[in-house]
């Protein structure tokens, strides 16, 4: 029996919804509103994710964004139902990774056609998947770029140097000056071209060489930065941590060595985390952020507002600074929900001694919001997209 998850914070439209997928035959499960729909989904992984896209606190912007980030559920289809058929609301989803939208009210035969499509188009890929495993590596090295052992690949693109360091800015929202940096990894496939690390990035947590394609950016970022410094740059480099990173039991001795062998200064280092890394064993994550400290580097909580306990961590664990999920900025001037949490989170976060940034800043409008609430700084395509060194070296150049 197949499950669905329906996220709907309108209970009526939620037990409709409910009722008519259970006498489907669904095995259904409702969630009231984005939280409550992040924490099923993750603990019990559902074949298809119905989720309303306007919602209080956290919307479905927000918990798709979460589900993409998560290996465990970065694949399950996600279906959006939203009550204006608005393109732009609709081409924002789908380049977070929505697979459909149902446009409310919708029909019986509308719902449960939307579900059926992505759960044959699911059976099919996986079909296809275990049909070319079983025919041998000459046969699959012939067939369709996805479906071939994604590791391999990965493993090869890295030695043969398809891996790039993109350069991110964060810049004070004060000043406007760029103070730090956020290393970002991208594969330059020599025939696919650009290809984006929301397509290799949860194979390589699958598959385990997250580790060491974490351990080259970390590396790549060091030296770089390194390099910046000696030219007069007193810039920040932060670089995330993944689940796989962080669980490595020689982690701080690792980031230890490779900051005596790039020569950067521990301070000028950030390492990122998202939430869901403190959920499993918060014993473990306080001894493992406690080693980092040790050596100097700045921890900073990635994604904040998307968790499930977010107040509790910042007791916890030894934090440095709080980014503020995009999924809050980018309707930050629509309406007072989104306002009114960005800026309690700063007046948090400052009388907890912490810096906040600011993800997905675009308009001058979410920029002036932030400097009006003194938001320390911000990062976001309204500056600057991540750019190659190079790209991000001339930006310094040009005293931006």
Not at 67 to 82: D, G, K, Q
Not at 177 to 191: D, F, G, N, Q
Not at 329 to 341: E, F, H, L, M, R
Request: net charge negative.
């Amino acid at each position: 029996m197949k499950k669905i998850l329906v996220i709907e914070d309108e209970q009526l439209i939620r037990e409709n919804i409910l009722k008519l997928l259970k006498a489907e035959g669904f095995d259904v499960t409702g969630a009231e509103n984005g939280a409550q729909g992040l924490y099923a989904a993750v603990s019990n992984v559902p074949d298809v994710i119905i989720c309303d896209v306007m919602m209080p606190e956290l919307d479905g912007y927000g918990v798709l964004v979460a589900l993409r980030s998560n290996p465990v559920t970065a694949t399950v289809p996600f279906v959006f139902l939203t009550g204006k058929a608005d393109r732009s609301e609709m081409r924002q989803g789908m380049e977070l990774g929505a697979d459909d939208y149902l446009t409310k009210p919708f029909s019986k035969a509308e719902l449960v056609g939307a579900i059926s499509s992505r759960l044959k188009k699911q059976e099919a890929v996986a079909e296809q998947y275990n049909t070319l495993r079983g025919q041998g590596s000459e046969f699959i090295q012939n067939t369709a770029y996805k479906l071939e052992p994604i590791k391999t690949r990965l493993c090869n693109a890295l030695e043969r140097e398809e891996f790039q360091v993109y350069y991110q800015p964060q810049v004070n929202v004060q000043t406007g000056k760029i103070i730090s940096a956020e290393a970002l990894v991208r594969w330059l496939h020599p025939e696919k071209g650009l290809i984006s690390p929301a397509e290799f990035i949860p194979a390589a947590e699958e598959t385990g060489f997250i580790v060491p394609l974490g351990e080259w950016v970390l590396q790549t970022a060091c030296r770089q930065m390194q390099v910046w410094q000696n030219a007069g740059f007193p810039l920040r480099i932060a670089v995330n941590l993944s689940a796989r990173q962080f669980r490595q039991p020689e982690l701080s001795s690792r980031v230890a060595q490779i900051l005596a062998e790039t020569g950067l200064e521990a301070n000028s280092l950030e390492l990122e985390l998202t939430e869901s890394l403190m959920v499993e064993d918060a014993e473990s994550a306080i001894a493992t952020l406690q080693h980092l400290k040790n050596l100097g580097v700045c921890i900073s909580l990635d994604d904040f507002g998307t968790g499930y306990s977010s107040l509790s961590y910042l007791t916890q664990y030894p934090f440095d600074t709080l980014k503020i999920d995009r999924c809050f900025i980018s309707k930050i001037t629509d309406g007072c929900t989104n306002a009114a949490i960005v800026k309690a989170i700063i007046e948090m976060a400052h009388s907890l001694c912490l810096e906040v940034i600011a993800e997905g800043v675009e308009t001058e409008a979410e920029k002036d919001f932030l400097w009006r609430y003194k938001c320390d700084m911000m990062q976001g395509y309204l500056f600057s997209p991540p750019l190659t060194a190079a790209d991000f070296e001339q930006l310094l150049l040009e005293g931006k």
